[in-house]
T-cell receptor
Framework: GAVVSQHPSRVICKSGTSVKIECRSLDFQATTMFWYRQFPKQSLMLMAT?????????EQGVEKDKFLINHASLTLSTLTVTSAHPEDSSFYIC?????????????????FGAGTRLSVL | GDSVTQMEGPVTLSEEAFLTINCTYTATGYPSLFWYVQYPGEGLQLLLK?????DKGSNKGFEATYRKETTSFHLEKGSVQVSDSAVYFC?????????????FGAGTQVVVTP
């Protein structure tokens, strides 16, 4: 079935460095992808909507200059955490919706990556 | 704004026990409601969903009923197995949002022991 691949699964970096996280749809095209962040014991919070060929749409309170999103192709979106600090340490998850046609109905399906655990020292 | 609240974990229970995970929501209008499950090292997978009031979603022995009067979507399973150990997320999608844009609960870890 359709799968979303997220890489890396875990990254440890020094404060001040930038980290890039990739999200790929493996056997379908995704004009839209979503990026979520989860702090310990808190909800998955939507950060931004990644749009292929155009600028990402950020949720209120999310710094677009800090979390750079690039959706350069129909199968790849990247999230770059720039000048990372310890407070950026979190679990980041991407997702990609698609539609599956079968019989008389079209079904909306959302696929999630396995997530990236970012630890900033 | 829209939000989802679910019970904190971890929930630890023995095999064949009854499982309930409470989920309540706040939303304008009539959202669609979902339960997702995440097994270790894997992405979230859709477990079941309901798109309107009184709908019951079911899959793999799990059930949840969309209760508008109590704004709830509690997840239940009558007899859990060790393989049900995972983190369960309740989520909603508002009718005014684009497809795929979800509000999630914090997740509830379930640990089933033999």
């Amino acid at each position: 079935g359709a799968v979303v691949s997220q890489h890396p699964s875990r990254v440890i970096c020094k404060s001040g460095t930038s980290v890039k996280i990739e999200c790929r749809s493996l056997d379908f095209q995704a004009t839209t992808m979503f990026w979520y962040r989860q702090f310990p014991k808190q909800s998955l919070m939507l950060m931004a909507t990644s749009n292929e060929g155009s600028k990402a749409t950020y949720e209120q309170g999310v710094e677009k200059d800090k979390f750079l999103i690039n959706h350069a192709s129909l199968t790849l979106s990247t999230l770059t955490v720039t000048s990372a600090h310890p407070e950026d340490s979190s679990f980041y998850i991407c997702s990609a919706p698609t539609r599956l046609a079968g019989g008389p109905y079209t079904k909306n399906i959302q696929y999630f990556g396995a997530g990236t655990r970012l630890s900033v020292l | 704004g829209d939000s989802v609240t679910q019970m904190e974990g971890p929930v630890t229970l023995s095999e064949e026990a009854f499982l309930t995970i409470n989920c309540t929501y706040t939303a304008t209008g009539y959202p669609s409601l979902f339960w997702y499950v995440q097994y270790p090292g894997e992405g979230l997978q859709l477990l079941l969903k309901a798109t309107k009031a009184d709908d019951k979603g079911s899959n793999k022995g799990f059930e949840a009923t969309y209760r508008k009067e109590t704004t709830s979507f509690h997840l239940e399973k009558g007899s859990v197995q060790v393989s049900d150990s995972a983190v369960y997320f309740c989520a909603l999608s508002a009718p005014t949002d684009s497809w795929g844009k979800f509000q999630f609960g914090a997740g509830t870890q379930v640990v089933v022991t033999p």
